[in-house]
């Protein structure tokens, strides 16, 4: 099925750990994004990809890196793991000039860290 | 992007017109108005987008007054599976924008 696949869907990290969380879209997409959700709040964007070779920080980039490895992925990476980067992480994926309508979501990771 | 304001909540029963305004004085004239619904552990899906006047599709219907300083997401007869989170976002769709969302509106249907 066409869409953007998370994985792993879920992880529970402790206090200093590193983990990379992947993203892949087969729709042909140009843009993709990582977004995280904390519980009672809406998406916030963490760091976003215009283009394969581009990436640029959103609201909350601090802690996180990212890697657009080419233009199907892009991941994200949690060098020393926090309590504070307990949340859902969600992905998204869209083709510039299409409108905002045009962004598709995967269905999340949610990461733990204790 | 345009900040936007909407309300936090809303209650509704089934089979009830839901209408959520938003409000955004900033819009730029060349910026879209967005429509996202987000259900429980899920990703948000788009509903509905506009540039002026009305727009209606299977989903809902989108209402934007001659200034586009607001919007209001009218959602007709809803049912308890409309219970979701719903987003409003103005922007310009152009390479090197990403959507905002802000906390949105939480729509709770009862029977």
């Known amino acids: 099925n066409a869409g953007v696949t998370q994985t792993p869907k879920f992880q529970v990290l402790k206090t200093g750990q590193s983990m990379t969380l992947q993203c892949a879209q087969d729709m042909n997409h140009n843009s993709m994004y990582w977004y995280r959700q904390d519980p009672g709040m809406g998406l916030r964007l963490i760091y976003y990809?215009?283009?394969?070779?581009?990436?640029d920080k959103g609201e909350v980039p601090n802690g996180y890196n990212v890697s657009r490895l080419n233009k199907r992925e892009f991941s994200l990476r949690l060098e020393s793991a926090a309590p504070s980067q307990t949340s859902v992480y969600f992905c998204?994926?869209?083709?510039?000039?299409?409108?905002?309508?045009?962004?598709?979501f995967g269905s999340g990771t949610r990461l733990t860290v204790v | 992007l345009a900040k936007t304001t909407q309300p936090i909540s809303m209650d509704s029963y089934e089979g009830q017109e839901v209408n959520i305004t938003c409000s955004h004085n900033n819009i730029a004239t060349n910026d879209y108005i967005t429509w996202y619904q987000q259900f429980p552990s899920q990703g948000p899906r788009f509903i509905i987008q506009?540039?002026?006047t009305k727009v209606t599709n299977e989903v809902a219907s989108l209402f934007i007054p001659a200034d586009r300083k607001s919007s209001t997401l009218s959602l007709p007869r809803v049912s308890l599976s409309d219970t979701a989170v719903y987003y409003c976002?103005?922007?310009?769709?152009?390479?090197?924008?990403?959507?905002?969302f802000g906390k949105g509106t939480t729509l709770s249907v009862s029977s």
């Open positions: 990809s215009a283009s394969e070779g581009t990436t």
């Open positions: 976002l103005v922007g310009d769709d152009q390479a090197g924008t990403a959507l905002i």
């Open positions: 998204a994926s869209s083709e510039p000039g299409q409108g905002f309508y045009g962004y598709t």
């Open positions: 506009g540039y002026k």
